[in-house]
C-alpha cells in the first residue's frame, strides 16, 4: 500500500497563505490520481482539488481562484498552494491518492488547518 505523508498545516490569518505538501512512498508518475479533501467540523468530507497524472486539474467552486494543486512526479510529491485564506477554509486537510488502475484511494493521515484572526 502507498504511504502518503503530509506537512505544512497550521494556524493562519485570514487573508494569509499556506502550503500542503504530500509525498508518496512509491511512484506516482501514471499510477495514481492526486487529490485534497477536507472534512470541517460536523460537515462531510469534501473534495479540494484533483490533479490528473496527465496534469489535468479540478476545484471545488469554493476554492478556484484561491487554491492551486501541483504535482512534481520526480519527487512523489502533490503540492496544494493556499491563498487568501478564510475561515471557512478551517478543516482537517487530507492527500488522497486514487490508483488509475482499479480505483483504489490511498488517504493521508490528515493535518489541521485553521483560519482565525
Known amino acids: 500500500q502507498v504511504q502518503l505523508v503530509e506537512s505544512g498545516g497550521g494556524l493562519v490569518q485570514p487573508g494569509g497563505s499556506l502550503r500542503l505538501s504530500c509525498v508518496a512512498s512509491e511512484t506516482i508518475a501514471g499510477r495514481f490520481r492526486m487529490g485534497w479533501y477536507r472534512q470541517a467540523p460536523g460537515k462531510q468530507r469534501e473534495v479540494v482539488a484533483l490533479?490528473?497524472?496527465?496534469?489535468?486539474?479540478s476545484y471545488a467552486d469554493s476554492v478556484k481562484g484561491r487554491f492551486a494543486i501541483s504535482r512534481d512526479n520526480a519527487k512523489n510529491t502533490v503540492i496544494l498552494q493556499m491563498n487568501s485564506l478564510k475561515p471557512e477554509d478551517t478543516a482537517v486537510y487530507y492527500c488522497?491518492?486514487?490508483?488509475?488502475?482499479?480505483?483504489?484511494?490511498?488517504w493521508g493521515q490528515g493535518m489541521q488547518v485553521t483560519v482565525s484572526s
Open positions: 490533479i490528473s497524472g496527465g496534469g489535468v486539474t
Open positions: 488522497n491518492a486514487r490508483r488509475v488502475l482499479g480505483g483504489l484511494d490511498f
